[in-house]
Every structure is written in C-alpha cells, then in structure tokens.
C-alpha cells in the first residue's frame, strides 16, 4: 500500500463494493479506488471474501486500521436484526466478527451514512462546523447521520419520519429515487424537500443540512428552492464519501 495512506476504507453497497487506501491528511484517496460488482447472492462470505481480495490487491498492511461502511445499522457486539440491500443470511449475524474472521485481521464497521457523515464532518461540506450537522444522501431512500460537535450520533434512520397522515415515508415521498420514478422536475421536487427537511429543521433545530447522493452533483438545480431557515449545502466528497469516512472511523476505534 502507497506510504502516504494512514487507514483503508470499503463501502458495500447492493450493486458494487469499492475500496481504496485513504490520506486522511488530506481526506482523499491515496490511490485510485477498486470496485468490485457485488455477487448476485451476496451472502457473509461472499462479500467478506471480496474485501478479502481488495486488501490483498492494495497489499494492505497488517497494522493499517481497516474501516467498512455496511448499509444497515451497527451495532458492536451485536447481531444485525435487518437488511435492505444484501442477502438475507446476513439477519442474525455479527457483521463486525464476519468480515474479521473473513479478513483475517480486525475490521471496523460502521453504517454507509453514518460514514458518509462523518466524511463531510472531517474533511468536507461541514469541516468546522460546531452544533448539530444533518448530513443526508438523496438516492433510492435517504439515508442520515447526525453529527454533534464532531460526535456521531450512529444509526439513525431518519429517512423515514412520518411527514404526515398521508405520507407516512419520508423517503417513499422525497427521494431521488422518487423523483425519477414520478418524472418530477427539480422545482416540484424541492417542495417535497422543503416539506422533509422543514420537518426535521422542527424536530431538530440543526445548524447546518449537508445534502450528498449522486444528486448532489445538480444541487443547482434544487438545494435554492429548498425553502428553510437553516442553511442547506451540497456534499463535497459524494460518492467517495463512504470509504473515507470508514477509513477515518476505524482509526478512532483502533
């Protein structure tokens, strides 16, 4: 692994899992990531043994704190109680312990969001920011991470607040995924974003929103009709996100 990367970070998703050593002096990869296409079945072993090959191919040394972003709330020394995007045999167990004995080496997970979060919270969109950030990333659902004073606040799933008696899913009325199903343009969506995030600005009273998602990239487009008080800003990090932010957790757990 190049000298100038101090941790290695990998983001699991339903479609591909990426990795790359990361220079959190920087906040950016070391080297050009490795993606890898998600096995169609893909089970505990499956997709440990994927990681398994990433950390060989950058040639990850022992001793290089290993983070993974897992798209599903963690919960340390606990078996996972749900899943939305990988295979159901991943229900009941440690995900932490899984990818360890995978690995053969510790590993440190943390949900994508959370991640992702965290990511902008370091070196992004919120670096410096004080108070309470709400990081979200607009894509099939919306997924959140609270940040306060540079704490996470992990595993929330406030994607799916109750907006009202008639729309019970935040994220079933306000997603990007929505949006492209119901062909809305980008000023019809914003109201339905204003609704989502002046509910949470309510229930939250944040100092700063971070809107990430591959959406983000035509936040232009939305982010000035999105009609709150609290100042609202695009991701800067997107996509790359999710392994530099587990890449950065896993040294504040080793």
Request: glycine content about 10%; proline content about 6%.
């Amino acid at each position: 692994m190049i000298a100038t990367a101090q941790a290695f970070g990998v983001d699991i998703g339903g479609s591909g899992i990426k990795a790359a050593p990361v220079d959190l002096e920087k906040g950016e990869f070391a080297e050009p990531r490795l993606k890898i296409l998600t096995p169609e079945v893909s089970t505990p072993q499956a997709v440990g043994e994927i990681v398994r090959q990433q950390l060989e191919h950058f040639d990850v040394p022992a001793n290089v704190p290993v983070g993974v972003a897992f798209p599903a709330p963690v919960k340390p020394g606990q078996k996972l109680e749900w899943i939305a995007n990988l295979d159901q045999s991943w229900v009941g167990v440690d995900i932490t312990e899984a990818l360890s004995e995978a690995c053969g080496r510790p590993i440190v997970v943390v949900n994508d969001a959370d991640a992702a979060g965290l990511a902008e919270q370091q070196f992004g969109a919120a670096k410096g920011q004080e108070g309470l950030v709400i990081a979200t990333t607009l894509g099939t659902g919306i997924g959140t991470a609270l940040i306060y004073n540079g704490a996470l606040i992990p595993n929330t799933e406030l994607g799916h607040i109750i907006l009202d008696e008639k729309h019970l899913d935040a994220e079933k009325w306000a997603s990007s995924g929505v949006r492209e199903q119901k062909e809305l343009g980008y000023k019809k969506w914003a109201k339905r974003l204003t609704k989502y995030y002046g509910l949470m600005e309510k229930y939250f009273n944040p100092d700063l929103f971070v809107v990430g998602g591959g959406v983000s990239r035509q936040s232009d487009k939305f982010l000035p009709y999105v009609d709150i008080k609290t100042p609202i800003v695009p991701a800067k990090l997107r996509n790359e996100a999710g392994i530099i932010g587990a890449a950065y957790y896993a040294t504040t757990k080793a």
